[in-house]
């Protein structure tokens, strides 16, 4: 079984790096299952093993990232991990700047913008049912700032890395941090909950 799981990790691999090449140069509508596996080296049969559509496979890179950095955030307990400054921009950060080249291009290229909205979607989505679990707040409440933290931190870290910004990562960071604390203030005391 694991042998199988390589295979599939190494396909999947062959297929993103072979998404990323052609992305610099190709809009996603023109991007055919036929120039993907030809780059990537593999047979299109291999390919519709897996998936129906490139449609489905950047579906995937979206569900990839998102369980990744959802992994990250909810590392520790969320009370815990948001009682600390700027705990959330760390994980995201540092996520992105691990040598995760492909992952930075999808999320911050124009013409694949909307796999990042699904990122934030699916995101913000498990982080509102994080938030739900552990502070008393309706599932609208819960939901609402869960987004609110995730698109502001993804939509800093696009301008961030778009160079729109000239900041360093610390004045970008504390930036980030007091919106983001501002903005939770009236719904989320952290203090308080960690007394209770």
């Known amino acids: 079984m694991e042998r199988v799981d390589r295979r ?3 396909t999947n691999r062959s ?3 072979a998404f990323k090449k052609l ?3 190709t ?3 023109d991007i055919t299952v036929k120039q993907l596996t030809k780059t990537a080296k593999i047979n299109r049969k291999t390919f519709y093993l897996h998936y129906d559509s490139i449609d489905e496979f950047s579906t995937m890179i979206a569900d990839e990232i998102s369980e990744k950095i959802l992994r ?3 590392e520790k307990p969320l009370r815990e991990g948001l009682s600390v400054p700027g ?3 760390d994980k995201v950060f540092d996520f992105f700047s691990q040598s995760r080249e492909f992952y930075t291009f999808m999320m911050t290229s124009v013409d694949y913008r909307f796999i990042g909205q699904q990122v934030e979607e699916k995101v913000s989505k498990g982080l ?3 938030i739900l679990k552990e502070f008393s707040l309706s599932k609208l409440d819960a939901y609402i700032c869960a987004s609110f933290l995730i698109r502001n931190t993804l939509l800093l870290f696009r301008i961030y890395y778009d160079g729109r910004v000239q900041l360093d990562r610390d004045e970008f960071r504390d930036r980030l941090i007091r919106l983001n604390s501002s903005g939770l203030k009236s719904f989320l005391d952290i203090k308080r909950n960690l007394e209770n």
């Open 72 to 74: 990250l955030i909810l």
């Open 15 to 17: 297929l993103q790096d």
């Open 23 to 25: 992305a610099k140069t």
């Open 8 to 10: 599939v990790q190494k």
């Open 87 to 89: 705990y959330i921009f």
């Open 27 to 29: 809009k996603y509508r």
């Open 128 to 130: 509102a049912d994080a």
